[in-house]
């Protein structure tokens, strides 16, 4: 085992208790594929699943998998009108699982997301019977200061240029502290506590994944 990964290992650990003060499970898993088969042992057949924007998820290959499962999946981007994307949001929100990454955890067990349409900032913090957070040992902070920090820096512009949106650093690839029409910087979630039991599941997972 490598210095990292019997790093990692310990954190998982450390990160597991400093999760459950905040009300939320969490578990570790070394690879993607290990975190892949965690989550998709959490959700029952039959449940309704669905998910925000997340890159983490789809490298894990977790959103493929659900599609390809026994489970009635809920799919935004199904929607062919703004009719049907707001009825569609209707199921979102009463959804059995929603399924997600967080943009940075701080090292005490907190959630920080920054959104800019603002579903999956929503279903994070109410609506879904339960979330399913993926996130990569990367995304550990020291607080939610430098979790911001790291979103504006590391995660917003690629995200930005993902989903092609006219903001400063869609174009420089450095955050311009934008107030753009099409910001995706528009809400800050911080989770701090979850007090519905069982809830929220972080998947902590050693391999990189997503932004
Ligand atoms: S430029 Fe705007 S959208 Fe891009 S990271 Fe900064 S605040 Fe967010």
Not at 21 to 40: F, N, S, V, W
């Amino acid at each position: 085992m490598s210095y990292r990964s019997e790093s990692f290992l310990m954190a998982g650990e450390t990160l597991k208790k400093a999760f459950a003060r905040h009300g939320m499970d969490a578990c570790y898993c070394a690879t993607a594929e290990e975190a892949k088969e965690k989550i998709l042992s959490i959700i029952p057949e039959g449940s309704s699943v669905t998910w925000g924007g997340t890159e983490s998820m789809m490298e894990a290959g977790v959103i493929e998998a659900v599609k390809q499962g026994n489970y009635e999946v809920i799919d935004r981007k199904s929607a062919k009108t703004p009719e049907e994307a707001r009825a569609l949001y209707g199921k979102i929100v009463c959804a059995d699982y929603f399924l997600t990454s967080t943009n940075a955890f701080t090292k005490d067990g907190m959630l920080v997301n920054i959104d800019g349409a603002s579903n999956r900032v929503a279903c994070i913090a109410h609506g879904p019977a339960h979330v399913i957070v993926l996130a990569s040992m990367d995304k550990m902070c020291d607080n939610v200061e430098d979790a911001v920090r790291r979103i504006r820096t590391l995660a917003s512009p690629p995200n930005a240029v993902r989903v092609n949106v006219q903001t400063p650093c869609a174009k420089t690839g450095v955050c311009g502290d934008c107030l753009s029409p099409e910001c995706i910087c528009c809400q800050i979630l911080v989770t701090r506590y979850s007090r519905v039991p069982g809830r929220i599941t972080v998947v902590l997972c050693g391999e990189k994944l997503g932004f």
